[in-house]
C-alpha cells in the first residue's frame, strides 16, 4: 500500500475554507528557524520541503532523542504507513513526557496526512520552548516562565487567615446600631425633611382608606362560598326542605321552570 493511499484528496466548500485560513497563519520564517535547530541537533539534512522531510518520523524520533536520550526505544526504518504513524506516535508521547502540554501537541494525522502544517509548527515550537527551559541552547521559541514557590512559617500562615482581603471589602467602622430584627417594623423617613415624628398610624389618602370597612359576610378560608343572583337562583331557605322562601320572585321563576 503506498503513502498516497492515504493522502487526502482536494477540500471543498467549508473544509477548503478552513484548510486555507490554517495555512495563513503558517510562518515561513519559524520554518527556517526550527529546520537550522532540528538538523543542527539530529546533523541530518530535512530535505527541500520540510513537513515532507519529517512525515516518515524517523527525523523527528531522532531529535527527541538527543534532547531525552532513551524517549523513543525503537526507530522504524522501513517505507510501511503504519511503520511511519508508529514513528509519528511515539515522537508524540516522547514529547508529552518531555513536559509539552497535551494541549499544544498536533495529531499524527496533521503531519501524516497534510492536513495542519500549522499545528505541527506549533508543536515544534513548543518543543522549543520547553527545551530552552531546560537549559538548551535554541535560538527560537520562548523561555517558559520557572515555578516560583514560597515558604512560610505556619504562625504567619495563621496570622494571614485573620485579615480579610481587599478583595472581599472591608468591615472596618461596620455597625449593626438601627438595625431591626429580622420581620420587625422599620420606618423610614428622611431626617432633613422634618421627619423626625412621623405619624405611622393614620393611612394616607392616597394610600386609600379602610374606614367602614368590615370582615363581615367572609367565610374562613378553606369553607365554600355560595354565590348567587337573587333574581334567578333560590335563597338559602330551601322550600322543598320545609322552610320559607323569601324572595317569591325566584320562587316562582323556580316554580314555572
Known amino acids: 500500500m503506498s503513502s498516497a493511499h492515504f493522502n487526502r484528496g482536494p477540500a471543498y466548500g467549508l473544509s477548503a475554507e478552513v484548510k486555507n485560513k490554517l495555512a495563513q497563519k503558517y510562518d515561513h520564517q519559524r520554518e527556517q528557524e526550527l529546520r537550522e535547530w532540528i538538523e543542527g541537533v539530529t546533523g541530518r539534512r530535512i530535505g527541500n520541503n520540510f513537513m515532507d522531510g519529517l512525515k516518515d518520523g524517523i527525523i523527528l524520533c531522532e531529535f527527541i532523542n538527543k534532547l531525552q536520550p532513551g524517549s523513543v526505544k525503537k ?28 494541549h499544544d501537541i498536533f495529531e499524527a494525522n496533521d503531519l501524516f496526512e497534510n492536513t495542519n502544517h500549522t499545528q505541527v509548527q506549533s508543536t515544534l515550537l513548543a518543543l522549543a520552548s520547553m527545551a530552552k527551559t531546560k537549559g538548551n541552547k535554541v535560538n527560537v521559541g520562548v523561555k517558559y516562565a520557572e515555578k516560583q514557590e514560597r515558604k512560610f512559617e505556619p ?46 398610624l393614620n393611612v394616607s389618602l392616597q394610600m386609600g382608606s379602610n374606614k367602614g370597612a368590615s370582615q363581615r359576610g367572609m367565610t ?22 320545609g322552610e320559607p322562601a323569601h324572595n317569591h320572585h325566584a320562587h316562582n321563576y323556580y ?3
Open 75 to 102: 526507530i522504524n526504518e522501513s517505507t510501511q504507513n503504519w511503520h511511519q504513524l508508529e514513528n509519528i506516535g511515539n515522537f508524540i508521547k516522547a514529547i508529552t513526557k518531555y513536559g509539552v502540554k497535551p
Open 155 to 200: 504562625g504567619k500562615l495563621r496570622e494571614g487567615r485573620n485579615i480579610i482581603g481587599l478583595q472581599m471589602g472591608t468591615n472596618k467602622g461596620a455597625s449593626q446600631a438601627g438595625m431591626t430584627a429580622p420581620g420587625t417594623k422599620r420606618q423610614i423617613f428622611e431626617p432633613g425633611l422634618g421627619m423626625e415624628h412621623c405619624d405611622t
Open 220 to 241: 374562613v378560608y378553606g369553607l365554600p362560598r355560595q354565590v348567587y343572583d337573587p333574581k334567578y337562583c333560590l335563597t338559602p331557605e330551601y322550600p322543598e326542605l
Open 255 to 257: 316554580n314555572s321552570a
